[in-house]
């Protein structure tokens, strides 16, 4: 099992993501970092845990109001034994990994459609995502059609997301029946260490968290039991 920290980035500041409303988001300030600088979130994260990969949302990229380019480009100097899957909405953004492993695209569907998803060589993750429990935020056919999907793909509910009641697990069941091909990454509505050993006893190999870290439920003896166990 593997914990991939998140940090959504908007207008150059790590923010606070709640329930997916992105106007709202703030910079953060909690109990893990006081500082909003993405850098320093990072830094915070690896104080936890060396982690290999870590997930990052550009939020204005998303939104189509700008975007963090500069910002990431700068992150993939800083830290560049880590592995970025980047979210940004934009099938070939202007970024400068040290090396091609460095970066991994996330294609979120919605954002993309099944046209854009067929004109592309499978090297990326593709995120489902869902504004509530069942609302797709996409075409219905980039929801259960695996011949258009990538090996590894993000179940992504965002009204979970730092709501703190637990994870989707009636969707991440469905999609591990289902579709036993293809590894899912569950996100949204983790809260601590039973959640996570749960959707590890489910067959999920990894999971995006956030709010669990920076309000201390999961710390590093947490992250001991979850990789050695």
Known sequence: MQIIPVIDIKSGHAVLAKQGQRKNYQPLSTALCSFSEPAAVIEAYLNIWNFKTLYIADIDSLMGTGNNTACINTLFKTFPEIEFMVDCGVIKPNYQPLKNTQHIPVLGTES???????????????????????????????????????????????????????????????????????NFIAAGGIRDLNDVMQLK???????????????????????RLIYQT
């Open 112 to 182: 993309f459609d099944s046209s854009a998803l067929k004109s592309l060589e499978k090297n990326f993750i593709l995120s489902l995502d869902f504004a509530t429990d069942n609302l797709e935020m996409g075409k219905s056919i980039l929801y259960n059609s695996p011949e258009l999907w990538p090996k590894k793909l993000i179940i992504m509910t965002l009204a979970l997301v730092g709501k703190n009641c637990g994870a989707d697990l009636q969707k991440i069941k469905h999609y591990l029946q289902h579709y036993p091909n293809h």
């Open 201 to 223: 006893n489910l067959g999920i190999q990894q999971a995006l968290v956030a709010s669990a870290l920076h309000n201390r439920q999961i710390k590093k003896e947490h992250c």
